[in-house]
């Protein structure tokens, strides 16, 4: 299961999920196969954000420390985060 949400998210989507919350447990013993895919279809709809950060990561780190290798003469990797303010917009609607 950790492989297909690895090929449809990225692998980096796997440091960014938060363990304490999406356990092990839940993952491979709760879900079914069909359950665990509608719930990563759900993850790209409602938190793109993390899925471009899991790929932005995966192309930074590069093939070979994917698949293990030493992360190697690499430049300083700077992920920019607009304020919520900018992301978050409100409407007043007039009764």
């Not at 279809?41 to 409602?46: L, M, N, R, S």
């Not at 954000?49 to 190697?72: F, K, N, Q, R, Y």
């Amino acid at each position: 299961r950790y492989l297909t949400a690895a090929e449809q998210l990225g692998w980096s989507i796997l440091c960014l999920m938060p363990h304490d919350q999406v356990t092990s447990t839940w993952v491979e013993q709760t879900l079914r196969v069909p359950e665990w895919e509608l719930w990563l279809k759900a993850v790209e709809k409602v938190n793109p954000i993390a899925v471009a950060v899991s790929h932005e990561l995966d192309t930074w780190l590069g093939p070979a420390a994917l698949a293990g290798g030493p992360i190697t003469q690499q430049e300083l990797l700077i992920i920019e985060a607009r304020s919520m303010q900018a992301v978050l917009s409100s409407v007043e609607i007039q009764n």
